[in-house]
T-cell receptor, first 110, second 113 residues
């Protein structure tokens, strides 16, 4: 079983929809949780970063961490075609190596 | 102002050949990483380096060699390429500290025939 599990999709939604992307993990030592966005044929870029449990909002994006359930989510409100990309969750403990999920491919249709 | 650059961006080679993928950064970040990205596996760590002359294995190191004689360069060598090493390779840097923010290059797409 992988340390971090992410539904690879693909996920296709109409423009304006609310998108929910999720990851589960098994290592309770993880403290830092990230979401990376990767456009086609590009390297991943950090989108959201959260420490420990709770919510973090940045514009149309909200990251949630539930450490008790070992579950993290990324919500995208009012999704746009420009949000079409692969979204990777990632996490680590203090000073540890980053562990990535498999990535979810999202397509937002106009 | 390139930050992190990888070369070549695309490479086709044959089984058994030696291939070197180059990675160069202009930030002087301490940590550098090599990942491979394959469908269904996400990003898997091959090797990483905490500083010049310090390297360590990641999750999938077999068949790869790295070196880091200078802080800014972190080449990845496939000594005898195999078809299973067909992949997209990403170099990344990290400036240190507790957060996991990595800065990735554009990737090197390698095909082994």
């Amino acid at each position: 079983q992988k340390e971090v599990e992410q539904d690879p999709g693909p996920l296709s939604v109409p423009e304006g929809a609310i998108v929910s992307l999720n990851c589960t993990y098994s290592n309770s030592a993880f403290q830092y949780f990230m979401w990376y966005r990767q456009y086609s044929r590009k390297g991943p870029e950090l989108l959201m970063y959260t420490y420990s449990s709770g919510n973090k909002e940045d514009g149309r994006f909200t990251a949630q961490v539930d450490k008790s359930s070992k579950y993290i989510s990324l919500f995208i409100r009012d999704s746009q075609p420009s949000d079409s990309a692969t979204y990777l969750c990632a996490m680590n403990n203090q000073g540890g190596k980053l562990i990535f999920g498999q990535g979810t491919e999202l397509s937002v249709k106009p | 102002d390139a930050g992190i650059t990888q070369s070549p961006r695309y490479k086709i080679t044959e089984t058994g050949r030696q291939v070197t993928l180059m990675c160069h950064q202009t930030w002087s970040h301490s940590y550098m990483f090599w990942y491979r990205q394959d469908l269904g596996h996400g990003l898997r760590l091959i090797y990483y380096s905490a500083a010049a002359d310090i390297t360590d294995k990641g999750e999938v190191p077999d068949g790869y060699v790295v070196s880091r004689s200078k802080t800014e360069n972190f080449p990845l060598t496939l000594e005898s390429a195999t078809r299973s090493q067909t992949s997209v390779y990403f170099c990344a840097t990290h400036r240190g500290g507790n957060t996991g923010e990595l800065f990735f290059g554009e990737g090197s797409r390698l095909t082994v025939l």
